[in-house]
């Protein structure tokens, strides 16, 4: 009798801490569904950019540049273009009424985006440390690597990076880029131009000889001139990190161009159409001698975003 | 409870005839109504007595109507299927004011177009959880007094409220609420449904098997179970760190529900009672502001501009269109009457109350949605943010 007694007390004691969990447990979920979110959201984040308000978004781009960035027929075309408009969307500007081209050459890419003349530099921007501590970077969204152009003339004889020391080759690069660095670092003697479509236009007047660059935006002149040009593979050995250029002070933006950039990644990974591999096939895709996939962007932070709750697979 | 199968039922007995409701309940036959109908008549067997209605109720009024219990049952109920229906009705009234931002021209506007039904829909949509939780929280912690109310110390008249309500609620209520509650929650909240469960039914694990070496194992089954289903959830949850009542929440409630079911010690009842009657209003009316302050229309932007002039985007919520204007109430305060000719674009919006709180699945079921709105996104499983809806409001 009394071992049944002390049991049903033991049951009843349970029971009491059960049923007091279990209230605990509730009041504290109710609490929690009431809490502000722990983690920062886009919206968030865009409150603290220096663009929240504006009416236009400013995307500095390449004008000269086939396939990245070109002005064709008054109309900005090519990859760094495609990926500006997916970024400048995904911002909440959409439209041609909304975002603004603004056009950079290669060498007023940091001084613009330093001077608040732009807002985002979308043009064969290379992420180097030295400019880190210029500008901030978001990505990269493509890996590219350095190559040299000659014209076919020559396709022959400039094969290797001992050639280009050749002081009989006129070689030309454009200035204020890693390429510039590079060739340099090589002991290779460059005429420097402003942009490398100037390179393309010496070449094709007979100034110079070949002309070194991302292998992006020499494919583009190559589609622009099939006949004319050939690449050629050289071990420079420097692969390029190209990503989208914000002003230094603006932490906030560049974490949101990452995240959005991410998001593209995350698409194409999962085997949907992503907007970066939209933009690739439009316009880089066909001239590529290697098919390049997006790379994965760097430092991307943890923001929480309305379609967060839609089914991944 | 009418007078007329009461004396068919009394006249059945007298005969040869059978009683035509055999299932009628034995306990008709104590009413006063039957021994009146039976005694007057000295109709022949089976023919049914016309017994006017009258003086059968002012022979029972003095002193026993107001005690029957059948009596009590049917007024509470009553009043149980009136709130029921009403209270919805009032909260979606208040709300109109509330979303009008108190002008009371602007709720007289929402009023003249949003539908009765439209906004019935909207407020169930809206308050499901609301009134599952409620529901829910009443019967399972009705069912745990009700089972411990004869452990009362003697002299205690009343049993608690939510015991009452318990004993006067049909099963199938109770049941119904839970299945609201199982569709409605958020997925991360469900598993608090099992003690709640077990409690409302008062299941104890004896139920699974009368023997306990198979009883231990079909319990260890159901937690290998749930287990399986949980595990990668928890493997995230550790891996993300600082979601400790995540993991509570997960991992506790099934182990709550072995013990939940059961009488209460006697000195715990009151108190309990008094202290959950407390914090289920408290809770009701806590909970029941945001339902207040959700919006009754879809939030959306509109783009507004001559062609090929300057554009404006509108946000708010569209109240009505006709042939001239769009009426926007804008989401700041305030009425805009564009018209039609210079509305150039308009996309749905999410509202930043929808912003998910953790980064966690249930097998690719986001942890905040419920079973109903995860299957949703399963049918239409795209999600696209407009660029209109990133505007500053």
Request: charged residues 20%; contains cysteine.
């Amino acid at each position: 009798m009394n071992v049944v007694t002390s049991q049903s007390r033991l049951r009843a004691v349970a029971t009491t801490l059960a049923v007091a969990l279990t209230l605990t447990l509730a009041a504290a979920a109710g609490c929690d569904s009431r809490r502000e979110p722990d983690l920062p959201s886009v919206q968030e984040k865009l409150r603290e950019t220096h663009i929240y308000g504006q009416s236009k978004l400013r995307i500095g781009v390449a004008t000269n540049e086939p396939l990245m960035g070109e002005l064709r027929n008054g109309q900005h075309v090519g990859f760094d273009v495609e990926i500006g408009r997916y970024v400048a969307a995904s911002l909440g500007y959409e439209g041609d009424q909304r975002l603004e081209f603004v056009s950079v050459s290669t060498e007023d890419r940091i001084p613009a985006l330093q001077g608040g003349t732009v807002d985002l530099v979308v043009s064969s921007f290379s992420m180097t440390e030295d400019r880190k501590k210029l500008v901030s970077f978001a990505g990269p969204y493509l890996v590219t690597t350095q190559e040299v152009m000659v014209s076919t003339r020559l396709k022959d004889k400039i094969r290797t990076i001992e050639d280009l020391r050749d002081p009989a080759y006129r070689i030309c690069t454009s200035g204020g880029s890693t390429t510039e660095a590079e060739l340099e670092k090589h002991q290779v003697k460059t005429f420097v131009v402003k942009d490398v479509g100037d390179c393309v236009d010496g070449i094709r007047k007979g100034r110079y000889d070949a002309v070194s660059s991302d292998e992006s935006i020499l494919a583009g002149f190559l589609a622009s001139f099939p006949k004319e040009f050939e690449i050629v593979d050289m071990p420079f050995g420097t692969s390029e990190l190209l990503g989208v250029g914000v002003p230094i002070g603006d932490p906030a933006l560049r974490d949101l161009v990452a995240f959005f950039l991410q998001k593209s990644y995350e698409q194409g990974r999962d085997g949907q159409a992503s907007p970066w591999q939209t933009a690739y096939n439009r316009t880089l895709g066909p001239w590529l001698r290697a098919e390049k996939r997006q790379p994965q962007p760097l430092e991307v932070p943890k923001l929480v975003d309305f379609d967060d709750k839609a089914p991944r697979r | 409870m009418s007078t007329a199968p009461t004396a068919t039922s009394g006249a059945g007995a007298e005969g040869p005839v059978p009683p035509p409701r055999a299932s009628m309940p034995t306990g008709t036959a104590d009413v006063p109504g039957a021994d009146v109908g039976t005694d007057s008549a000295g109709w022949p067997a089976g023919v049914p007595v016309a017994e006017p209605t009258e003086p059968v109720v002012a022979e029972v009024e003095p002193g026993r109507v107001r005690w029957d219990p059948a009596e009590r049952r049917a007024r509470a109920s009553q009043s149980f299927w009136t709130a029921l229906v009403g209270v919805p009705a009032i909260f979606s009234v208040l709300r109109l004011g509330v979303e009008a931002g108190g002008e009371l021209q602007t709720t007289l506007l929402l009023v003249a177009n949003v539908g009765p039904v439209n906004l019935l829909a909207g407020f169930v949509t809206t308050a499901a959880r609301l009134l599952s939780t409620g529901m829910v929280a009443v019967f399972a912690l009705g069912a745990v007094l009700a089972v411990s109310a004869d452990r009362l110390p003697p002299g205690t008249r009343r049993r608690p409220l939510f015991a009452r309500w318990a004993d006067i609620t049909p099963a199938w209520v109770v049941l119904a609420s839970f299945l609201l509650a199982l569709i409605t929650w958020p997925l991360l909240y469900l598993p608090l449904l099992l003690p709640a469960f077990v409690a409302a039914f008062q299941l104890r694990p004896e139920r699974l098997h009368e023997r306990a070496t198979p009883r231990v194992l079909l319990i260890l089954a159901l937690l290998a179970g749930y287990g399986w289903l949980m595990l990668p959830t928890l493997r995230d949850a550790v891996e993300q760190g600082g979601e400790r009542l995540v993991l509570a929440l997960i991992v506790v409630p099934p182990l709550l529900a072995l013990f939940i079911a059961g009488p209460l010690p006697g000195m715990v009842i009151r108190p309990l009672a008094s202290l959950t009657e407390v914090a289920v209003l408290a809770m009701l009316v806590w909970a029941a502001l945001p339902v207040i302050s959700t919006p009754v229309l879809p939030l959306t932007v509109t783009t507004v501009g001559v062609e090929n002039g300057p554009t404006e985007d509108v946000r708010g919520h569209v109240v009505t269109t006709d042939d001239v204007n769009m009426v926007i109430l804008q989401e700041r305060g305030g009425v805009r009457y564009v018209p039609v000719d210079l509305v150039r674009a308009q996309v749905l919006c999410p509202s930043e109350e929808e912003l998910p709180r953790h980064r966690l699945r249930i097998h690719d079921f986001h942890v905040e949605d419920s079973l109903l709105e995860g299957m949703g996104r399963r049918v239409r499983p795209v999600h696209r943010i407009d660029a209109a809806c990133r505007a500053p409001g």
